[in-house]
């Protein structure tokens, strides 16, 4: 029996500039009839109103919506309203703006500027490299110092710099390039730079260039994920990102864990074959930047990486061995710069590359990138980051402490281990609706391509939405008494067709399988365990957390709502909640535009105190208890709870 | 007719330990006599009495021999004698102690070491490379820190440094060295060592070994010439020398002074094949080290080079374009170490580089180098320094000020350019004597070896001897109205035959030739006009100079006394010059040996002051009038002129 949705008044909608029509009941949500209509508007927070992502303008029309916080006066004078806020009253004609659309490009920061823009706003741009433009007095025989200290002097003068070194490579171009645009040159200088920035102490120039090109800096910054790579090209004259990138980590291929990598990297030549797949992975993502941007990959000059502890010791070709044996200790958490070409990475040759420092074993330099990205550790709140992915890590504390546990969650969250999981790019599933009377599914791809899989933003939205719907108990079975075609048995067992082989790109029904939903059971079910058991472990619960900060490779968005509907993040106000996307990447990006935020790596690295989870009975408890959607005991999601219990009952 | 050597009283002097006889006049001169027998005996100062490296032991009989400053009470009491000191008064019983003897050794700083030790004595043993070994607590589950972070610790406390950084390759080997003899392990450190040796203050590790190796700690030094290469293998746990050796450097194949050095450079192809040729030269030296200490190549931790600025230039692969054009600029005076093994040298994996700086395109790290291994830095005393080589180079001053110039000598000094000149090793003939009744000659070879040729030394005391008996004019030119076979027409003109075929080891006669005899006055012009006309600018002369520095790569020795009768040194009193050999080699053996040498080089190379003889009339002037046996003007050389004033009249 239904409860929502009488079929009453119809009204039609038009949205620009997409000039699509659809029809939608008097009173339905706006959001959920352009997800309907395959409009794109990227809601970061699920709908929940408080991310401030979708917001539209009503060219025409009238909807009912409370102005929030996230539309100032002069805004909603104009018209502009959250979609998600907003139920449809009349005929409408609706322009969605460009910032509220889903683009192509896939890496979430840009889309989630609201999130970032609240938590990462305590940085100035002060890079670690700093490009010098110089005029030197030509040589004479009165003045005829080397060319080493003409520059130098000149350094001095200008940019009041002292302890100025110089890479060796360096001194072989000096002579002809200080002469080929008469004694006019741009030195690139790696330094830590005092934070008044009137002066570089003891930079070192790594480059040197006829001419003024200190316009042109740029930096790569990178988060080396077990399952997926991703990168941002960064523009450090403006402090801006010109391009993004995405792969699947070419280690998967050797094994989707890190222990498997290990193992592997044990293997006479394993350790060689893992590095040069993950630096081939990495190249393919420059060479795509650098297709967007139109930078050539030689005048990258820095390169900024956070990734795990393991995956950080096999980019480096460090033997990742004794991370594996007990009493697990890396080879080192903070490992000192090398140039990136040494590894292979097709950058400048003069750049280096810096890695986002560690913790320990298992609690890697992504997190610590998360953590200084997101200046958690400049702020007294409470905080609860958690960064969900195939090594999950959660992060308690403040600006005074902090713990930190990880846990193995799989690859499900990145699309690894489901049937047509697919890493988030264009064609991926990412948002999903059903309707409650045919069960017929509705969904948006990312880049609005025809599907041809499920990214892990979308697995969450698409359990969320079989679970509402009735589609799937709460043990994660489907209901096979449910009167549809779209659920049926398929060589892995039951699924569910939310495309027809001729609607996609693969030419075959893409499914969602219970292998599929068990899966993602388990890994949120780590996740949530290993928040519980930490939190525990400080004597915090759920609703003490001021602020929750969910980091994770999810694509364009993950839906906060749904994520809770799932039992992946707790039942507390939704207003706590700020999704930053990818918080690994975050960090490494703001580490480029900020050299003071890789000294911040360095203090929180230390600071960070490592609860070991493997084996603790109380998480073997709390996962154990998870095991259910959303969890064994309802009670701990009272929200989730009420949805179903509108459900009709199906036994 | 003769004056000197009547036919007298006939003495036996009977050498041990090398069982030689000789049959010598009564009054005859104990060190001459000994060249003529073929025992060898160092002596620096050429038979002066300053140098004190020739003391015997007389064992019975008598010679009449004032005791010197050289000679403590003691050592006259126990029949300790200077060899060139003393004359021969009945039969002799003398024994040569080993430190008074020519070894096969070439180079000549163990042979100098009273000169070296009156000089270069105010340092500690020091050394920029430290080997700190660690016993470290193993890694348990509550103490899992990472390796570095370990090591690091246990550096802390048991050395107390501070700012410890790591080589990146080290990291690489740190798990399982650490784990291989039970977290027993020894890190060399490079550092700059503080002046208390309680603290090392920022040091790398640069690499890690299992257990205790704390003992083992080589450097190599090396002197890159024009003409010839010299190393020394140093033992840094002691301050000593253990090994030595020279060889020609091979880039003469590709000219012999420094501008057709650059001029190939400039060639397709040049630069690097100039760099190799050095490098192989090095690794030939190396090689030859290992042979003679029986310390492998890959255990050398540190290599120290001093070389004029070409010569560094082409070590490191930096084009020297520049320096031979207007207005003559390096690319760099002070170069950034870089680890040897990049440029080919075969040392361990990890040692570096580190050049001794220079002050301009013709002022090179060679004379930086010999200025600071000889303390002049550190004296009030007015200082003459030569360093005669291919490339002549002149300091003048003390610890408050510094002049100085360059003069291009050529390689007659080392035996280049010479019909029968070789490089200073076993078989060189390097003393000379000549009978005065017959004008046979009496020579000494290195090593004692049967002759193959003649070294830069050898080539003076020969043609000082040959100016000396008449045998030479003052313009060069052979008598031919001498009774003697040995002067004859030679393929180049006149010559004189020093060995007959069957003597030697080359199967031909080695020759002295008329062209040799003016390619070593024009060398010796210009190093003595360069001296001149750098005192005359600084409005010295030269009887102020308290001390008189001369270093050269001659082999065994230098004779003062006949280099001032050929007119190279100025003829002042003889207990003022102190020959030191290769002076390059010696700063740069006790920059190895002290780090505070290191920072000594880099602040006298900024107090120099470069004076350029290239253009300058006065200095072609006093070439021209060099360009004499001793001079034009006799009188500038009384001491020589007396002696010559003694020489029956041959006309």
Same mark, same amino acid.
């Given at each position: 029996m239904m409860v929502k949705h009488t079929l009453d008044k119809k009204r039609n909608v038009h949205f620009n500039p997409d000039n699509i029509d659809v029809l939608a009941n008097e009173g339905a949500n706006l959001l959920e009839e352009a997800i309907r209509a395959g409009v794109h508007i990227a809601a970061s927070c699920g709908g929940a109103g408080v991310c401030g992502t979708c917001k539209v303008l009503i060219e025409s029309g009238k909807v009912a919506s409370n102005r929030t916080a996230q539309i100032s006066a002069d805004e909603y004078q104009q018209g502009i309203r959250q979609a998600c806020q907003s139920r449809i009253i009349t005929d409408l004609s609706v322009h969605v703006p460009l910032e509220s659309r889903l683009g192509t490009s896939v890496v979430s920061s840009e889309k989630n500027k609201s999130a970032t823009d609240i938590l990462a706003n305590n940085w100035k741009l002060n890079p670690p490299i700093r490009k010098c433009y110089v005029e030197l007095p030509p040589a004479t025989l009165d003045d005829n110092v080397?060319?080493?200290?003409?520059?130098?002097?000149?350094?001095?003068?200008?940019?009041?710099?002292?302890?100025?070194?110089?890479?060796?490579? +360096?001194?072989?171009?000096?002579?002809?390039?200080?002469?080929?645009?008469?004694?006019?040159?741009?030195?690139?200088?790696?330094?830590?730079?005092?934070?008044?920035?009137?002066?570089?102490?003891?930079?070192?120039?790594?480059?040197?260039?006829?001419?003024?090109?200190?316009?042109? =800096?740029?930096?790569?910054?990178?988060?080396?994920?077990?399952?997926?790579?991703?990168?941002?090209?960064?523009?450090?004259?403006?402090?801006?990102?010109?391009?993004?990138?995405?792969?699947?980590?070419?280690?998967?291929?050797?094994?989707?864990?890190?222990?498997?990598?290990?193992?592997?990297?044990?293997?006479?030549?394993?350790?060689?074959?893992?590095?040069?797949? +993950?630096?081939?992975?990495?190249?393919?993502?420059?060479?795509?930047?650098?297709?967007?941007?139109?930078?050539?990959?030689?005048?990258?000059?820095?390169?900024?990486?956070?990734?795990?502890?393991?995956?950080?010791?096999?980019? $480096?070709?460090?033997?990742?061995? $004794?991370?594996? *044996?007990?009493?697990?200790?890396?080879?080192?958490?903070?490992?000192p710069p090398v140039k990136a070409g040494s590894l292979g990475i097709k950058v400048g040759r003069h750049a280096y590359l810096f890695a986002i420092p560690a913790v320990a074993s298992y609690v890697g330099g992504d997190i610590v990138s998360g953590v200084v990205g997101t200046g958690m550790h400049q702020r007294k709140a409470l905080t609860l980051y958690m960064d969900i992915g195939t090594n999950g890590e959660i992060v308690i504390g403040n600006s005074d402490w902090m713990v930190t546990a990880s846990c193995s969650a799989g690859p499900a969250f990145e699309g690894g281990g489901i049937k047509h999981g697919i890493i988030a790019t264009e064609g991926a599933i990412e948002t999903f609706a059903i309707d409650p009377l045919s069960y017929e599914p509705e969904f948006g791809t990312i880049g609005r391509a025809r599907p041809k899989g499920i990214c892990g933003s979308g697995l969450i939205n698409i359990v969320a939405g079989l679970l509402e719907a009735g589609v799937v108990s709460r043990d994660g079975q489907f209901q096979t008494n449910i009167a549809t075609?779209?659920?049926?048995?398929?060589?892995?067992?039951?699924?569910?067709?939310?495309?027809?082989?001729?609607?996609?790109?693969?030419?075959?029904?893409? +499914?969602?399988?219970?292998?599929?939903?068990?899966?993602?059971?388990?890994?949120?079910?780590?996740?949530?365990?290993?928040?519980?058991?930490?939190?525990?472990?400080?004597?915090?619960?759920?609703?003490?957390?001021?602020?929750?900060?969910?980091?994770?490779?999810?694509?364009?968005?993950?839906?906060?709502?749904?994520?809770?509907?799932?039992? *992946? =993040?707790?039942?507390?106000p939704r207003d706590r909640f700020l999704f930053v996307g990818n918080g690994s990447l975050l960090g490494a990006r703001l580490s480029s535009f900020s050299a003071d935020r890789l000294d911040d790596a360095l203090r929180v690295a230390g600071m960070m105190t490592n609860f070991e989870l493997s084996e603790n009975a109380d998480f073997m408890n709390n996962y154990t208890a998870a095991l259910f959607l959303p969890h064994t005991d309802i009670n701990e999601f009272p929200t989730v709870s009420n949805k179903l219990a509108r459900l009709p009952r199906t036994e």
């Open positions: 080397c060319d080493f200290s003409r520059l130098v002097r000149a350094l001095k003068q200008q940019y009041h710099c002292d302890n100025i070194d110089i890479d060796f490579d +360096v001194l072989k171009d000096l002579p002809l390039v200080l002469r080929k645009k008469d004694w006019r040159a741009t030195a690139t200088c790696l330094a830590r730079i005092d934070r008044d920035r009137t002066r570089i102490s003891s930079p070192t120039v790594i480059k040197i260039e006829p001419g003024d090109t200190s316009h042109r =800096l740029y930096s790569l910054a990178l988060d080396i994920g077990t399952t997926t790579v991703c990168g941002q090209l960064l523009d450090l004259t403006r402090g801006q990102v010109i391009a993004e990138g995405i792969a699947y980590n070419k280690q998967i291929e050797c094994g989707s864990d890190v222990i498997t990598r290990i193992a592997y990297s044990q293997k006479p030549g394993g350790l060689r074959s893992l590095q040069q797949a +993950v630096v081939t992975t990495i190249n393919e993502i420059n060479h795509e930047l650098s297709r967007q941007s139109g930078v050539s990959t030689r005048n990258i000059e820095h390169v900024t990486a956070a990734g795990n502890t393991i995956m950080t010791h096999i980019l $480096f070709g460090l033997d990742p061995k $004794f991370i594996r *044996l007990a009493p697990y200790t890396p080879s080192a958490c903070f490992i075609r779209r659920i049926r048995q398929g060589s892995d067992g039951l699924e569910y067709v939310l495309a027809w082989a001729p609607d996609t790109q693969i030419g075959r029904d893409i +499914v969602i399988t219970e292998i599929d939903i068990d899966n993602l059971t388990r890994a949120k079910a780590a996740m949530y365990a290993g928040c519980r058991t930490l939190s525990e472990s400080v004597g915090v619960n759920s609703l003490d957390f001021e602020q929750v900060i969910i980091a994770g490779n999810f694509g364009s968005s993950l839906n906060i709502e749904k994520a809770i509907t799932v039992g *992946l =993040l707790p039942d507390i």
